[in-house]
């Protein structure tokens, strides 16, 4: 993990959104905006597929997409 004020999670993308957005819903249920990091070089998602997410302690309504555990 980057940041000391960031968790990591995983969830599935549930919604693919314009602009490499994508909906992403966690195990618990909770559904939030993710966006792919420039530095994670992944390819376009689809729905039904498994990332890791990296998420602010402060804001859970977003999340930045560090990886896909297909790759993992």
């Known amino acids: 993990m980057a940041r000391a004020d960031a968790c990591a999670v995983e969830g599935v993308v549930v919604k ?3 602009k490499m ?16 990091a420039a530095k994670a070089g992944l390819a376009p998602l689809a729905v039904g597929d498994k990332v890791k ?5 402060y804001d859970l309504s977003e999340g930045r997409i560090i ?6």
């Open 53 to 57: 997410l990296e998420m602010s302690l």
């Open 21 to 36: 957005l994508y909906r992403v819903e966690l195990a618990n249920g909770h559904r939030l905006l993710a966006y792919g």
């Open 16 to 18: 693919v959104l314009p």
């Open 67 to 72: 990886g896909d555990t297909k790759n993992s």
